[in-house]
């Protein structure tokens, strides 16, 4: 395998095979392991196949400080954590397998019963991928004592509430656990079926009616994701003050919109002047919530705005940009972007500010903006600035770089796709062709607003006539109709990462 490949492909692709993560961690395991981390911190998304090879492979190279880590990190979640020990089993249950679909064959057995055997043998040399690795007692203990056992009551709780308990199954299987290795003693019972003790908030919630249920928040203080489930709970403003005194702020800011009160926002205001109570919240989230709040017309929710533009300022201050500069974000002002010129221009000014570059804006015409914005304050002014018309032709603006032969050594466009209007005689990807000969082999990232299933004109044309260039061309979507800015803290991650 190619040592030199790039160490953030190694981790976002669930194509990466075992052997290939074994091959990195045992050669160049300091590079392998901090670009990880850096990964993880700005919140790159990984795939649970992808997160349970580095786990499953950390543990078979019984490096255990890292193994240890990797277990007490939130995005180890039961399906990661299961997925690690699926692989890590996979050639114990191979030989199993094949030895029944042997024994099977001798016997003739019924067609159904061999198409079940050889159905999960495949599940099983996908998960194997060739690999001599085991799951031994040594990494058993390890997760049970580091991660089983560290699991609080009010999360199994939940898990009881909320979902199925089809993975716990399996991983109690693989695991061989103990009632005692749960921090509730009947949950492995409840997991196979057996109804949860009487005194249990998972048997109170059963008796959940729609004249009882505030009477059990006050007694239970369930889970607020649970609750919001539930199609008769209804929070008056009574209880939307309890809810959130037991509910961590990040969730209470996830779901701003569900608690709207005054008394809330006035408590929450209180924890952002106090900034070191709040965990994390991302800054897509942050954005996302600003501009909520600047929508409605009450004091407390003024206050409470102001707060966290502060908190997002010095989250936005404390990235550092790591993409090749100088930078210069293209913003799409046509009139095909309307539904998503508010978020576009948020998208736009956060990449300005935190890149501390060019930004042009492309119409029929290009727009050069002379005073980018620097600050929070400065992408709430010029997101609402921000005004949808004219034609697309991205074209006009990349253009001045071409005839000024200026070197700008990433690019990052934002827009819907649409381009409909040349500059020159040329679009964007000739012109873009023309630069990379002529100035410099600059890198590009497509923010795109699509439809969904749609990947984009102008990616796709990238795709087709520079096949040989897409490892310098990346692309992150934004739903076109309803455009999620907690999805910005991907497109972040991908400039500091």
């Known amino acids: 395998m190619d040592r030199e490949m790039n160490f953030k492909a ?24 901090k670009t990880l981390y850096l990964l993880l911190d700005t919140g790159i998304e990984m795939t649970t196949t992808s997160l349970g090879k580095i786990l499953a492979c950390t543990l078979q190279l019984n490096d255990r400080v890292n193994a240890l880590k990797l277990l007490t990190y939130g995005v180890y979640k039961l399906p990661e954590v299961l997925k690690a020990c699926q692989i890590l089993d996979s050639r114990r249950r191979l030989k199993q397998l094949n030895a029944r679909l042997e024994r099977f064959e001798k016997q003739n057995a019924q067609k159904s019963k061999v198409g079940i055997i050889k159905s999960q043998i495949n599940v099983n040399q996908e998960l194997n991928e060739g690999v001599q690795w085991s799951l031994t007692k040594s990494k058993i203990n390890m997760i049970v004592t580091n991660w089983v056992k560290k699991i609080p009551a009010d999360k199994l709780e939940f898990y009881a509430l909320s979902y199925g308990m089809t993975y716990w199954k399996q991983l109690i299987d693989l695991l061989h656990t103990k009632p005692s290795d749960f921090s509730l003693d009947w949950f492995q019972d409840f997991v196979f079926g057996k109804p949860a003790p009487e005194s249990s908030i998972v048997y109170a919630m059963k008796s959940l009616t729609q004249t009882n249920y505030k009477e059990y928040i006050y007694k239970y203080a369930p889970d607020y994701s649970f609750l919001r489930t539930i ?267």
């Open 10 to 33: 190694i981790f976002t692709s669930s194509n990466t095979r075992n052997d290939e993560h074994e091959a990195q961690q045992k050669f160049k395991k300091d590079e392998y392991f």
């Open 231 to 497: 199609p008769f709970i209804k929070l008056d403003d009574e209880m939307k003050i309890v809810v959130a005194s037991y509910t961590p702020v990040e969730r209470v800011i996830w779901y701003l919109e569900e608690f709207q009160c005054e008394n809330v926002f006035k408590s929450l205001t209180s924890c952002f002047r106090n900034p070191e109570t709040i965990k994390n919240i991302s800054y897509g989230v942050l954005m996302s919530k600003i501009f909520y709040l600047k929508g409605l017309n009450s004091y407390a929710a003024t206050e409470l705005c102001n707060e966290m533009i502060k908190y997002a300022q010095i989250k936005l201050e404390s990235y550092e940009v790591t993409l090749e500069q100088p930078i210069v974000v293209l913003g799409d002002g046509s009139g095909s972007m309307e539904v998503a010129i508010k978020t576009s221009g948020i998208i736009m000014s956060v990449l300005t500010a935190l890149c501390k570059c060019d930004l042009r804006i492309f119409r029929d015409n290009d727009e050069f903006i002379k005073t980018p914005p620097k600050t929070v304050n400065d992408v709430i002014l010029f997101s609402k600035a921000c005004k949808a018309c004219g034609s697309t032709s991205p074209a006009a603006s990349l253009f001045p770089y071409l005839l000024n032969k200026q070197v700008v050594k990433t690019f990052i466009i934002v827009t819907d796709e649409e381009e409909n209007t040349n500059c020159n005689g040329m679009d964007f990807i000739g012109i873009f062709k023309k630069y990379t000969k002529e100035v410099y082999a600059a890198n590009l990232i497509f923010v795109s607003f699509l439809e969904k299933g749609v990947k984009g004109q102008m990616y796709t044309k990238f795709q087709t006539q520079m096949p040989d260039y897409m490892e310098k061309v990346k692309q992150i979507i934004f739903g076109r109709r309803d455009p999620d800015l907690s999805k910005l803290d991907d497109l972040i991650a991908n400039i500091v990462a």
